[in-house]
Nanobody, 127 residues
């Protein structure tokens, strides 16, 4: 089992920045990738960004490209999501997820491909 704990959410004005953190613990040795998803009220959960734990290749949703960056810290077993130029439509609960290594694993973009989830951290962007 892998436990994921997100932090860093909060209230920010439009145009501002936040850095979300996700600390992983437990059986992290078999982690292939970690990702961020978000869910706004009344909407489905959607992919935001993902990073391969070894090698660091990344993938981003179009709506965050150019204004967000995902990174990881091996020593801290932590993944970060730096979000800049935040807009009101970025308001959502942000969830961290972990993808286990399997034969033929590729960087996952869909929530069903992830094995473990955190509880989420709320990001609210005001006008």
């Amino acid at each position: 089992q892998v436990q994921l704990v997100e932090s860093g959410g909060g209230l920010v004005q439009a145009g501002g920045s936040l850095r979300l953190s996700c600390a992983a613990s437990g059986r992290t040795g078999s982690t292939y990738a970690m990702g961020w998803f978000r869910q706004a009220p009344g909407k489905e959960r959607e992919f935001v960004a993902a990073i391969r734990w070894s090698g660091g290749s990344t993938s981003y949703a179009d709506f965050v490209k150019g204004r967000s960056s995902i990174s990881r810290d091996y020593a801290k077993n932590t993944v970060y999501l730096q979000m800049n130029s935040l807009q009101q439509k970025d308001t959502a609960a942000y969830y961290c997820a972990s993808q286990r290594l399997r034969l033929g694993s590729t960087l996952a973009l869909y929530e069903l491909e992830y094995d473990y989830w955190g509880q989420g951290t709320q990001v609210t962007v005001s006008s």
